[in-house]
């Protein structure tokens, strides 16, 4: 069942789809098309654009927009080549690995596309406690594992004081990880609390850089001010910060991506989590089609040409929808895998989507299977905090 305001927003959006696929199917309106000095950009022939945004790092909207709204096979391999080339000459052939440890799924929001929405009823909750996380980390540690992401949904338990101590006693046991928390929207104060402690990244998805689409994929109590407000405090409150979005999610058009791919350049994340979109029966949007691979390694390949160093993970998401999905995105150009770190009895209740992988195995098992399939493509998993590089030869 779609809320009133996501039957609205169905319409609106069949609405643009409909004009939008007039536009593509008409190669002569020039209007739709944009110009590289003086010549119009044919639908087949996108290197001319690709060629650009290797150069600049940088399209215009109309032209992010043009090359997903056209892009063929040939602009995909192309995009991918590119992106590979650039992702090895700063990282090599290595792949960073984080340990994902889940840590409740408890949370106070209604996201209307999201498995445990505080509306989900049929969804079995949990909570980690201090010393089941600590020994998470011990656990990953062992195994090779030198970064951390505390990820869960907005629970009132995880006050500052609680999670601050939580930071405090990984950083104090494993001084040479890096801890990343994935723990939604805060004040700013208590970013800077959760700094102090020894937080060293936060990964916070802005979900969609246009805020009309952002209303339609959230509840009214939520605002895209407010998301705008905590990545741009993060960032100065000296964090390695992270935004992403989902690809394929209800509504969205090539030109929410484009502006979605303008916001990742302006904006310069030092992580970007992309992955498709997965319905979740329990939801409103439970009905809805899934987001493909086949965009999400095209985006994945567009953001590591717009932002060369960035830290892409090939999402768990992309393993989900495909059997091969993981080596897809790391052939497209992302660099991270996040191997779930969190207690065998609780991951299938961390569902944000249906038929989420890797929910079974023990965290070892995780670990060897993601390290064998990343040597058959020519990858290789490395014991590593996995800092941001910065290539002086790109855009700082
Ligand atoms: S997406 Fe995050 S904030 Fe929204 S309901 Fe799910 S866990 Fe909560």
Do not use: W
Request: net charge positive.
């Amino acid at each position: 069942m779609r809320s009133d305001r996501a039957a609205d927003g169905a319409a609106e959006a069949d609405k643009r789809q409909e004009t939008g696929n007039a536009a593509a199917a008409s190669p002569d309106r020039a209007s739709n098309q944009p110009e590289m000095g003086g010549a119009v950009i044919g639908r087949r022939n996108l290197s001319p654009l690709i060629d650009k945004l290797c150069a600049d790092h940088s399209l215009s909207l109309a032209e992010y927009e043009f090359l997903i709204a056209n892009r063929t096979p040939e602009a995909a391999r192309l995009l991918s080549e590119r992106a590979a080339a650039v992702r090895k000459s700063i990282y090599g052939n290595t792949v960073y690995i984080r340990g994902l440890i889940e840590i409740s799924n408890i949370c106070r929001n209604d996201c209307l596309y999201c498995g445990i929405r505080k509306s989900n009823s049929n969804c079995s909750r949990y909570r980690l406690t201090p010393e089941e996380i600590l020994s998470c980390a011990n656990e990953g540690y062992a195994l090779g594992f030198r970064t951390f992401v505390l990820q869960g949904g907005e629970d009132g338990y995880f006050n500052d004081t609680v999670l601050c101590g939580i930071v405090r006693r990984i950083k104090e046991r494993h001084p040479d990880c890096a801890v990343t928390l994935s723990m939604g929207e805060r004040s700013r104060e208590s970013y800077k609390l959760l700094r102090d402690a020894g937080a060293d990244r936060y990964l916070l998805r802005h979900e969609t850089a246009d805020k009309a689409h952002y209303e339609k994929l959230h509840p009214v109590q939520m605002s895209y001010d407010n998301r705008m407000r905590c990545l741009r405090d993060l960032r100065e409150t000296g964090y390695q910060v992270g935004c992403g979005f989902m690809v394929g999610s209800p509504y969205q058009t090539p030109a929410e991506l484009a502006k979605d791919l303008k916001f990742i350049e302006n904006f310069r994340p030092d992580m970007c989590g992309i992955g498709p979109f997965i319905p979740h029966r329990d939801t409103p949007f439970g009905g809805f089609p899934a987001g493909t691979v086949e965009l999400t390694c095209y985006l994945l390949s567009i953001i590591r040409l717009i932002r060369p160093p960035v830290l892409l993970p090939s999402t768990t998401a992309l393993g989900t929808i495909h059997p091969t999905g993981r080596e897809m995105g790391i052939l497209s150009g992302a660099n991270v895998i996040m191997p779930n770190l969190s207690p065998v009895s609780v991951r299938k209740k961390y569902e944000l989507y249906n038929n989420k992988i890797c929910t079974g195995e023990e965290s070892a098992q995780c670990r060897a299977d993601l390290e064998r399939r990343m040597r058959a493509i020519g990858y290789e998993v490395v014991t590593a905090r996995g800092d941001i590089r910065r290539d002086t030869r790109q855009r700082p």
